[in-house]
């Protein structure tokens, strides 16, 4: 009955379920960190659902809706990886500042919108090569509106 080769034994080092066997797939395994993912295992049938409400801070919903737009637009602008990934990054740092449970805090959005409006100029000023047309206007577009929106 405690033959550590019993199937079930929790000490049988085959047991999946023993916490000393390095396969152990019980459950998910992570080796970086996660945040804001749902699992669900060993399940014949699952409903999730998930509701992120990072609503703007109030006087900032117009700035919200255009950092988002901008975003949402991003993809077609043609920019080099290094390009697109910067002002992802950039736009995100806004909707962060601006979404967050507390008031924004003035220094941090100024010097987020001033790095969005960076990554955008060399695109809008027809710097940048290779961009997809209609990328400069649009450029131009958005950092007019992030000019008038702080």
Do not use: K, Y
Request: proline share 9%.
């Amino acid at each position: 009955m405690n033959d550590p080769q019993t199937p079930n034994n929790p000490n049988n080092p085959n047991n999946p379920n023993n916490p000393n066997n390095p396969n152990n797939a019980a459950g998910p395994v992570f080796h970086a960190a996660v945040s804001g993912a749902q699992f669900a295992w060993n399940n014949h049938t699952v409903t999730q659902r998930q509701q992120n409400d990072s609503t703007a801070a109030p006087g900032f919903e117009a700035l919200a809706a255009l950092v988002t737009d901008l975003l949402r637009e991003l993809p077609r602008a043609g920019l080099a990886d290094q390009d697109r990934e910067d002002t992802e990054a950039a736009a995100r740092e806004v909707l962060a500042t601006i979404t967050e449970p507390t008031p924004p805090e003035q220094g941090r959005l100024r010097r987020a919108l001033a790095t969005l409006r960076g990554t955008l100029a060399p695109v809008a000023t027809g710097v940048v090569a290779g961009t997809a047309a209609g990328a400069q206007e649009w450029a131009r577009t958005a950092i007019e509106g992030l000019t008038g929106t702080f």
